[in-house]
């Protein structure tokens, strides 16, 4: 019996991170299939989400695993977060 192994993903790094903030605020067409498939959220799967997700940055250019999408996403809603909080203290 043969072993498999899993392929090891390279990490995440900034340079990643960057990118896909990037494309997200830049790319109208990436924006207009989010906001429509958000529109579909009540009648998907988290599963059906993040496969009809992955196919919209796939087309807008970035390849991305499942995995890396939530980390991704986790990533830059801290940042968001994080800024909402530095303006606050400026204000």
């Given at each position: 019996m043969k072993w498999f192994r899993k392929?090891?993903?390279a990490p995440l790094h900034f340079e990643d991170a960057a990118r896909f903030n990037w494309v997200l605020d830049t790319n109208q067409?990436?924006?207009e299939g989010m906001t429509r498939l958000a529109e579909q959220f009540p009648r998907l799967t988290e599963e059906s989400y993040t496969?009809?997700?992955l196919k919209l940055?796939?087309?807008a250019g970035l390849e991305l695993?499942?995995?890396d999408l939530k980390m991704l996403l986790a990533l830059?809603?801290?940042t968001d977060q994080m800024l909402l909080r530095k303006e606050r203290e400026d204000e």
């Open positions: 392929k090891k993903k067409e990436l924006q496969r009809k997700a940055f796939r087309k695993s499942a995995e830059r809603r801290g």
